[in-house]
């Protein structure tokens, strides 16, 4: 019998549980191929699911018709718009106001070539998103970070500080913002955007706020665009549909300007534009033009994978404190009271696939993949980030093995050699 369909053709099913383990290790991306297939990976963020319908069908139908040229108009930002509008109230969304770029990091990039100069400073709210290190750093700009608070969310006085710090350092000071927060899963309130919005504007810093995670946010809270805020005139958001539906390889991102920075995003150089591709623009418009219901589906099991994270860490990893996330799929571990000794001194971020710590441990004798937490900056060690957009099966076992492991590494010493023999199951 067929699965229950919507009328396009979207599965009424939860997109975690689609497909197989066997059918998952069949993929070539880097989350299944930089392990070996005894390993769970549950480290970078990619989905462990189909394409949703609405935008495999747009993409095949652009394969038959051969359309598979450059990139053109406004489709995507109109998308967008109306998806701003139907999902966070965002009625006043300006397509003129847009422009399309090679994904958010790249776009990042170009932003702070329009508004900042070489030498400035760029704060960023450790720990956060590893690459905004490596790529505010080669872009020859200097970090300058602004800790979270104990509870994970950005901390007024730290940002007061911080802008201080940035503005006295160079001319034209930025904060790079990531909202929702990459790796802690907090979805910054309206009213702690306004705080940030006050402070910036008192300091003199122009904002950027990373938005990728924007469709990721869980029942139980509400996304703000920044954009949105009073005070955020002469910001910059940046955003794409590659998160929430899986399209990292498919590279096509949206900047977005508010009305005092629409003249700086208009001298964006034209070359910049012909990096996204035009399957990327034209998957990433169907995401948000037709993928509403699917991902509906699909925060509904990220919901349930994110209750039963609290109930498998309760059982298997007591010691071990979750941070419920309140947007998107991943979660923030703290892993220091298992006494692990990260190498990397914390505060010393490196690649965003650097192993050390809890994380290396993890992987050498339970066989799971995790995001090392010192890649994320002050305030990481000790931590790792875990990708729980997987199948209920897939993370229960990899919960399972961390607890066995934790409890092996308890018994036998750090200095043991690990174990590398863990079975692992056939299908999810």
């Given at each position: 019998?067929?699965?229950?369909?919507?009328?396009?053709?979207?599965?009424?099913?939860?997109?975690?549980?689609?497909?197989?383990?066997?059918?998952?290790?069949?993929?070539?991306?880097?989350?299944?191929?930089?392990?070996?297939?005894?390993?769970?990976?549950?480290?970078?963020?990619?989905?462990?699911?189909?394409?949703?319908?609405?935008?495999?069908?747009?993409?095949?139908?652009?394969?038959?018709?051969?359309?598979?040229?450059?990139?053109?108009?406004?489709?995507?930002?109109?998308?967008?718009?109306?998806?701003?509008?139907?999902?966070?109230?965002?009625?006043?969304?300006?397509?003129?106001?847009?422009?399309?770029?090679?994904?958010?990091?790249?776009?990042?990039?170009?932003?702070?070539?329009?508004?900042?100069?070489?030498?400035?400073?760029?704060?960023?709210?450790?720990?956060?998103?590893?690459?905004?290190?490596?790529?505010?750093?080669?872009?020859?700009?200097?970090?300058?970070?602004?800790?979270?608070?104990?509870?994970?969310?950005?901390?007024?006085?730290?940002?007061?500080?911080?802008?201080?710090?940035?503005?006295?350092?160079?001319?034209?000071?930025?904060?790079?913002?990531?909202?929702?927060?990459?790796?802690?899963?907090?979805?910054?309130?309206?009213?702690?955007?306004?705080?940030?919005?006050e402070l910036a504007g008192r300091h003199g810093l122009r904002v950027i706020s990373d938005e990728i995670h924007a469709p990721l946010v869980l029942p139980g809270t509400h996304f703000t665009p920044y954009l949105t805020v009073a005070g955020a005139e002469n910001a910059f958001a940046l955003t794409s549909a590659s998160?929430?539906?899986?399209?990292?390889?498919?590279?096509?991102?949206?900047?977005?300007?508010?009305?005092?920075?629409?003249?700086?995003?208009?001298?964006?150089?034209?070359?910049?534009?012909?990096?996204?591709?035009?399957?990327?623009?034209?998957?990433?418009?169907?995401?948000?033009?037709?993928?509403?219901?699917?991902?509906?589906?699909?925060?509904?099991?990220?919901?349930?994978?994110?209750?039963?994270?609290?109930?498998?860490?309760?059982?298997?990893?007591?010691?071990?404190?979750?941070?419920?996330?309140?947007?998107?799929?991943?979660?923030?571990?703290?892993?220091?009271?298992?006494?692990?000794?990260?190498?990397?001194?914390?505060?010393?971020?490196?690649?965003?696939?650097?192993?050390?710590?809890?994380?290396?441990?993890?992987?050498?004798?339970?066989?799971?993949?995790?995001?090392?937490?010192?890649?994320?900056?002050?305030?990481?060690?000790?931590?790792?980030?875990?990708?729980?957009?997987?199948?209920?099966?897939?993370?229960?076992?990899?919960?399972?093995?961390?607890?066995?492991?934790?409890?092996?590494?308890?018994?036998?010493?750090?200095?043991?050699?690990?174990?590398?023999?863990?079975?692992?199951?056939?299908?999810?």
């Amino acid at each position: 019998m067929a699965s229950p369909a919507f009328a396009d053709n979207t599965p009424a099913h939860n997109p975690l549980t689609l497909l197989t383990l066997d059918e998952l290790r069949q993929r070539t991306s880097v989350k299944w191929r930089m392990h070996p297939p005894d390993v769970l990976p549950l480290w970078v963020a990619e989905l462990d699911v189909p394409l949703a319908p609405p935008v495999a069908d747009a993409l095949r139908r652009a394969i038959d018709l051969g359309d598979t040229g450059y990139a053109y108009g406004t489709a995507y930002a109109e998308a967008l718009g109306d998806f701003a509008a139907r999902r966070w109230g965002w009625h006043n969304f300006r397509v003129d106001h847009t422009t399309v770029v090679p994904d958010v990091m790249m776009g990042i990039v170009e932003v702070l070539r329009l508004v900042t100069d070489p030498g400035d400073a760029v704060v960023v709210c450790s720990p956060v998103y590893a690459p905004f290190y490596a790529f505010v750093s080669h872009a020859g700009r200097q970090v300058i970070e602004a800790p979270l608070g104990v509870d994970l969310r950005m901390d007024p006085a730290a940002l007061d500080e911080a802008f201080r710090r940035a503005r006295a350092c160079g001319r034209r000071p930025a904060f790079l913002m990531c909202n929702p927060h990459n790796p802690t899963g907090v979805v910054h309130r309206r009213d702690e955007l306004e705080t940030v919005a006050e402070l910036a504007g008192r300091h003199g810093l122009r904002v950027i706020s990373d938005e990728i995670h924007a469709p990721l946010v869980l029942p139980g809270t509400h996304f703000t665009p920044y954009l949105t805020v009073a005070g955020a005139e002469n910001a910059f958001a940046l955003t794409s549909a590659s998160k929430a539906w899986n399209l990292a390889g498919l590279k096509a991102a949206l900047a977005v300007a508010g009305p005092q920075a629409a003249a700086d995003l208009n001298r964006m150089p034209e070359e910049v534009g012909h990096g996204p591709s035009h399957l990327g623009v034209i998957a990433h418009t169907a995401a948000f033009r037709a993928g509403g219901r699917w991902l509906d589906l699909l925060l509904d099991g990220l919901d349930a994978n994110r209750t039963l994270l609290a109930t498998l860490l309760a059982k298997h990893l007591p010691s071990v404190t979750y941070h419920r996330p309140e947007g998107t799929y991943l979660a923030w571990l703290d892993c220091t009271s298992l006494g692990i000794a990260t190498e990397q001194p914390d505060g010393e971020s490196g690649a965003a696939s650097d192993l050390a710590g809890p994380a290396k441990m993890f992987l050498d004798r339970a066989r799971v993949a995790l995001s090392s937490g010192h890649v994320f900056g002050t305030g990481g060690a000790g931590f790792v980030r875990l990708n729980f957009a997987t199948s209920p099966a897939v993370l229960t076992d990899a919960v399972t093995r961390m607890g066995r492991a934790v409890d092996a590494h308890h018994r036998r010493g750090a200095d043991d050699p690990p174990r590398t023999g863990v079975a692992a199951p056939t299908s999810a």
